[in-house]
């Protein structure tokens, strides 16, 4: 089921009492986000699919036009996570990586249909930042309409010091309090696949920032973390452990369906003449997107395990009625 901007400030409360992370999932296309919530209905787990500005505005969604692409890429999500075959799947549908001008047009376009909303503050001052969330926060107010929101500082610039908790993660929360429920400060991490595991990651910065943004805000808040493609195993479960409730997940999940699309038109090749007899069943989109879920919901499974998730799903629904 598409959960609600309340219902997924309940799912962060939930997996930090149980400590364990959602699996947020950069999702590429309308297969990517169908193998996603089958990895999660096999694992019982509540998952997270995330959409950027590429996507929006990509040829599977928007075409050029983020606004179309907002939509279509609801319709998308909404039609299957309400479909009997997910139904037991608690799903958050959330922005990532929207910047530039059209920021606020897309996320208040966004603000009536989305479980949660953030914003990329790389290219924003802490002003601006602090203004945008604010921007957000005063519409949804005015309309009277539901927000959960990720505030981010810094991610791909090394561990953020606690005093950005204090002037910005505070700011928000004091100018409009109770919007928030994720907080995104650098413990580490950087975007794309990293090489070398990331050794200045911090499991005790994950801690500090979790433990202070709720102490400023009077209520538990979870860390997203970015930049995890390249962390290793034993520093992403270290991450749950220190208070890490939503996992990005967005560079090797890229990685694996290319390479699995790759091999497909390699092993596939002879298939693809004009006069071999199962060209058409060979060229047609299903037997290309068979192939790379074959070898890419495994993968989320694996990931959805290592975060802690599995079988909390039916749990999380079945604890607050949503069943």
């Not at 609600?4 to 939930?14: E, G, Y």
């Not at 990532?96 to 949660?116: F, M």
């Not at 050794?199 to 808040?221: D, L, M, N, W, Y």
């Not at 499974?301 to 079988?311: A, N």
């Amino acid at each position: 089921m598409l959960l609600s901007p309340a219902q997924t400030r309940a799912l962060v409360v939930d997996a930090l009492h149980h400590k364990y992370a959602v699996l947020a999932v950069n999702a590429d296309s309308p297969a990517a986000v169908y193998d996603v919530l089958e990895a999660a209905r096999q694992c019982d787990a509540p998952v997270i699919i995330e959409t950027s500005l590429w996507q929006l505005k990509g040829r599977s969604f928007g075409g050029g036009d983020a606004r179309l692409g907002l939509a279509r890429y609801h319709a998308e999500v909404s039609l299957l996570a309400n479909h009997a075959a997910f139904r037991q799947v608690p799903v958050v549908l959330h922005t990532d990586h929207i910047k530039g001008p059209e920021t606020t047009a897309i996320l208040e376009a966004a603000l009536p249909i989305y479980s949660s909303l953030s914003l990329d503050s790389s290219e924003m001052t802490p002003a601006e930042n602090i203004a945008a969330i604010g921007k957000l926060c005063a519409n949804a107010t005015q309309q009277r309409q539901p927000l959960t929101l990720e505030m981010e500082a810094g991610v791909d610039a090394g561990v953020s010091p606690l005093s950005d908790c204090d002037t910005l993660f505070a700011a928000a929360e004091k100018n409009h309090p109770g919007y928030l429920a994720w907080w995104a400060p650098g413990v580490g991490t950087q975007h794309g696949l990293g090489s070398d595991g990331y050794p200045t990651f911090s499991a005790e910065a994950v801690a500090a920032h979790q433990q202070r943004a709720s102490e400023v805000a009077g209520r538990p808040i979870g860390i997203a973390l970015h930049g995890s493609s390249g962390l290793p195993a034993a520093s992403l479960q270290a991450a749950v452990r220190s208070g890490v409730a939503k996992v990005n997940w967005s560079s090797e999940s890229l990685l694996i369906r290319s390479q699995a699309a790759q091999e497909y038109f390699a092993t596939h090749a002879a298939q693809l003449d004009k006069k071999h007899k199962d060209w058409k069943n060979t060229a047609m989109d299903n037997g290309l997107q068979a192939y790379v879920a074959a070898r890419y919901v495994p993968k989320v499974v694996e990931r959805i395990k290592l975060l802690g998730g599995f079988v909390a799903g039916a749990a999380f629904l079945a604890k607050h009625g949503y069943v």
